[in-house]
Each structure stands twice: as structure tokens, then as C-alpha cells.
């Protein structure tokens, strides 16, 4: 007898009802928030299986440049416009905007109001707290974890922690406190990832990832490492290792090779490859230094670094692709849990400690998962058949989107959490496939016009917009303009996952 299984990893499809063209959009929890197309609306939806439901429409103070959601705290944050100048704002308690004609709250961070209005019933409106920068922010990321929030700006990184203020014996609100400022001279990064005290930055063509560990209190531990250019090239060579820098547009003369001095844009340096895993990534010539601006009256940790990885990537001129081309995107921190500690919990109840810590992070052609925790080693190659614009990595599957495709892969990471918890587990009654077993895809499905990804729970999430502008369709625009949003294909479609 042959038994045939149903493999395909999509089950259906549905459209979410936007009333506006979407813009930006992120998932969380049991919501998706959309952006409109100009920037200074969201809107909430309850993520169901029969369909998405509308829950709510925020107006925003600016236009947004980027929104994510955190599951721990359910509060929204993101980077504005407004005027030229750039905010940090965090909404919370944004589910009492179902109501019509609610109350909206707007202050500052760590400014409480503790009136007479907060002694009778509960405050029951949405909060949009302000967060100080001393540069424009440029990316944020939510820990999954604890809930606290990273923020990349030009030459540092703010960390700010969630805390949960108790104003009277019923009543708490949240809040936020800047705790940790890492200082990362010349390096301005382009996605940051922050999950359980692991830091992840990365740029065009690099990223490191670094642990905060708690020392004992000790007055001269500073831990910072810096090393130059010039240095790396000149401890190179004294070692008799190879330089990790190249030279391009040097002049030969007979067997010499001689530099013009008066051409400087005939030399173009860049970085090889290169891979520094665990104690070793310390010496990528990066400096990280920390400054803790927590309330001083609070007892305090003394705080350390451990470089974890390090991955630099050099653009491949040889095949004809350029530097945009080459960048590296969709970095990530995946946290995985045990069956026992996989447990729904909200920002009152007590952290789950991950088992296993994954980082991923792609280029256009392939994506690279580590595993962090306890052994940081590299766990899996992807190698995309087209160009990768955005890939999501979950505990079950990779998710990849090209112009036209998206693309659902096999990933190990259960494997090696499996196998970190019990070495033995191979035997006659069970077994675990080794975590070095060969990734493949599993579906290809074809889309029209796709450009941004996100996933949730067995949800995938799609925004597509097809490119109509035909000749027609400019011809007749002046007459449709109350249609765009239909008329152009623009979209945002669900697609769920079959349940195992």
C-alpha cells in the first residue's frame, strides 16, 4: 500500500483589509500593525484563522520610518519624521484605542503622573511616551525575552530597560529607563538584534555580535578593545599572517610595485573575508565601550563585554555586482525555549531563559545561521536560487522573498537544541537528525511584486505591489485617483502555515 502525505507547508490565503494603501508593517503576538502609505497612520489587526480583524487605528505624531512590536509589555515602537527631525516613541496600552473618543496620554520617559486622576478608576488610554536621544536613532529591535528595547544611532547603541511602575496597590503603568550606552566609534549600523544580553549590529558588510555580562564590582575593569586600521595590517605582518586588507589601483614600475602618492582615488581598500568565532572575534578591530546612565541611587552591576562573532563579507567585483547589491540585510536573534518553558507569559510574570540563542543574517545569494549559546559555531549555508530582499527565520522554517517568489526552507535549529539537551539521545527508541544534515526548500510559490516579509506564529505575512505604469494607466490616472489604492495592486496578504 502507498501512503501519500500532504507536504505543502502553506494551507490558504486571505487579503487583510487595509483602508489605506500600506506602507511599513510589523507582527507580533496576536496583532499586525500596518502603516498607511503616508506614514502617520497604523492600523492594528487581530490575527485570527478564519481572517485578520480590524482592532484599532493609531494616529501617529509624525511619519514613520519604522515600527516593531514587542509581545512582552504589547507596546508598539517607532522611529519618526516630523519637521526634519527625528523621534523615538513608544505607544502602550494601544488596545483602548477600539473605543471611540478615547483619551491619549503623551509624556516623556520616566515622567509618571501620579494625581488624583490615577487614585480612582484605572487610567484606561493609550500612553505615548517620548524617548530622549542624543542622536537620531536609525533602527530598533525588542529583546523577546525581557522585553527591553535597542536602539542603533550613529555611533552608539541605547539600551533602554522595561519596567513596570507600580503607582498605587491596583494600578502600575509602564515605563522605560535608560540603562546602557554602547559607544561604537565608526561604526554606524544599519539593523541591530537584541535578545537576552546577546547584541547583535551589523553594516554593509560586517556583524558583530557581543554578549553584556555582570562582573564583580571592580573599580579598574574597563572593558574596551581598540585597535586601528594600521595596527591590524602592521600585527599581521609582524605574525607573518597574511594582511586582512588589499590594495586595488597600485602602478607597477619594472618588478616593484610603486603607489602614486598624488592619486589617491587610484587605490581603493577593502576588507576580505573573514570569520571570528567566540574569543577570537576580539581582535576585528571594532571597540565597544560601554557607559551605564541608570539611576544612580539604584544599586548597580558592573557590566562587561564578550565578543561572540564576528562576519565579514568582501564585495564580489569579479561577478559583476555591486556594492548595493552585496549588502547584507534581515539580521536576527532567535531565541528557542524548551517545551516547559514555551509558555505564553506577559511582562508581570517571571523571564524565560532561552536554551539556544541563533543568529541569522543574509546576503542576496546566501543566509548564514550560528548558534551562540554554549558552542558558537555555524550551523547552516543557504544558498538562494534568485536574489533574497528579505528572509525570516522561526524555529520551524526559513522564509525568503525575491521580486516574485517566496520561498520556505528546512532549518536545524531544533536539532541542536535537541542534542544540546541530551548528547545521548540516539537511541532505538528515538532519535534526532544531526544538526550538520543539509538544509533544502520545501515550496516555492509565486507572488507578483513583493517587497517586505514578516512572520508570526504560522502566519506569513506578504506586502506586494504590482507595477502598472503602462501608458494607459498613466493616461487614465487623473481619472481614478479615488482608486489607487486598488487600482495599483498594492496589497497585504496572510498566508498560514498547515498545522503538524
Same mark, same amino acid.
Given at each position: 500500500?502507498?501512503?501519500? #502525505? ?12 487595509? *483602508? ?14 500596518? !502603516? ?22 493609531? &494616529? ?31 505607544? $502602550? ?6 473605543? =471611540?473618543?478615547?483619551?491619549?496620554? +503623551? ?46 544611532? $550613529? ?21 522605560? @529607563? ?14 541591530? &538584534?537584541?535578545? &537576552?544580553? #546577546? ?9 558583530? +555580535? ?21 595596527? !591590524? +595590517?602592521?600585527?599581521?605582518?609582524? =605574525? ?52 551605564? $546612565?541608570?539611576?544612580?541611587? @539604584? ?11 564576528? %562576519? ?10 555591486? +556594492? @548595493? ?22 511582562? *508581570?510574570?517571571?523571564? %524565560? ?16 545561521? #550560528? ?7 555555524? !550551523? ?40 544540546? =539537551?541530551?548528547? #545521548?539521545?540516539? $537511541? ?23 517587497? &517586505? ?30 482608486? !489607487?489604492?486598488? =487600482? ?13
Amino acid at each position: 500500500m502507498v501512503h501519500v #502525505y500532504n507536504c505543502h507547508p502553506f494551507a490558504s490565503q486571505q487579503i487583510v483589509p487595509t *483602508e489605506q494603501e500600506p506602507g511599513l508593517f510589523c507582527c507580533g503576538g496576536d496583532a499586525l500593525f500596518v !502603516v498607511s502609505a503616508g506614514g502617520c497612520k497604523i492600523e492594528a489587526f487581530l490575527i485570527a484563522e478564519e481572517g485578520c480583524r480590524l482592532i484599532c487605528r493609531i &494616529a501617529t505624531m509624525g511619519n514613520v520610518q519604522s515600527i516593531a512590536h514587542s509581545q512582552i509589555g504589547d507596546y508598539v515602537v517607532t522611529i519618526e519624521e516630523k519637521n526634519n527631525a527625528t523621534y523615538l516613541r513608544v505607544y $502602550t496600552n494601544w488596545r483602548y484605542q477600539s473605543a =471611540e473618543k478615547t483619551r491619549v496620554g +503623551v509624556r516623556l520617559l520616566g515622567h509618571l503622573l501620579r494625581g488624583s486622576s490615577f487614585r480612582a478608576a484605572p487610567k484606561e488610554q493609550m500612553e505615548i511616551i517620548e524617548m530622549p536621544l542624543f542622536e537620531p536613532p536609525l533602527c530598533v529591535s525588542c529583546c523577546g525575552v525581557s522585553g527591553d528595547l535597542l536602539v542603533g544611532c $550613529t555611533q552608539s547603541s541605547v539600551i533602554f530597560t522595561l519596567k513596570r511602575r507600580v503607582l498605587s496597590e491596583q494600578q502600575y503603568a509602564l515605563d522605560f @529607563e535608560r540603562f546602557l550606552i554602547l559607544h561604537t566609534d565608526g561604526w554606524t549600523p544599519t539593523q541591530v &538584534a537584541f535578545c &537576552a544580553g #546577546y547584541v547583535a549590529l551589523q553594516r554593509d558588510l560586517d556583524v558583530l +555580535v557581543v554578549r553584556l555580562d555582570r562582573l564583580e564590582p571592580c573599580p579598574s575593569s574597563q572593558h574596551q578593545h581598540t585597535l586601528a586600521l594600521e595596527d !591590524v +595590517v602592521i600585527a599581521c605582518k609582524e =605574525e607573518g599572517q597574511p594582511a586582512r586588507y588589499c590594495c586595488l589601483g597600485v602602478r607597477r614600475e619594472g618588478n616593484s610595485a610603486v603607489a602614486p602618492a598624488q592619486d589617491p582615488e587610484d587605490f581603493y581598500v577593502f576588507p576580505k573575508l573573514q570569520e571570528l568565532l567566540g574569543e577570537e572575534a576580539r581582535d576585528c578591530g571594532i571597540s565597544v565601550t560601554l557607559e551605564q $546612565t541608570g539611576i544612580e541611587r @539604584e544599586p548597580r552591576e558592573e557590566l562587561g563585554i564578550s565578543y561572540v562573532l564576528y %562576519r565579514r563579507f568582501a564585495p564580489d567585483f569579479f561577478q559583476g555586482c555591486s +556594492v @548595493e547589491e552585496t549588502c547584507l540585510h534581515s539580521l536576527q536573534l532567535l531565541p528557542v525555549f524548551t517545551a516547559s518553558s514555551n509558555q505564553e507569559v506577559s511582562c *508581570e510574570e517571571k523571564q %524565560r531563559e532561552p536554551v539556544s540563542i541563533f543568529c541569522y543574517f543574509s546576503l542576496p545569494s546566501m543566509g548564514y545561521i #550560528y548558534s551562540l549559546k554554549n558552542t558558537v559555531e555555524l !550551523v547552516s549555508t543557504y544558498q538562494y536560487p534568485e536574489k533574497a530582499q528579505q528572509a525570516v527565520l522561526s524555529n520551524h522554517f526559513l522564509h525568503i522573498i525575491t521580486r516574485n517568489a517566496l520561498m520556505c526552507f528546512t532549518v536545524r535549529v531544533s536539532a541542536v537544541v535537541a542534542r544540546a =539537551e541530551d548528547p #545521548y539521545i540516539d $537511541t532505538t527508541i528515538k532519535a534526532c537528525p544531526p544538526s550538520t544534515m543539509e538544509v533544502c526548500a520545501l515550496r516555492i510559490q509565486l507572488f507578483i511584486g513583493l517587497k &517586505a516579509l514578516c512572520h508570526v506564529r504560522n502566519h506569513v505575512f506578504l506586502l506586494t505591489a504590482a507595477d502598472l505604469e503602462s501608458e494607459e494607466d498613466t493616461a487614465r490616472a487623473t481619472k481614478r485617483a479615488q482608486y !489607487v489604492s486598488s =487600482e495599483r495592486g498594492h496589497g497585504l496578504k496572510a498566508v498560514r502555515h498547515r498545522k503538524a
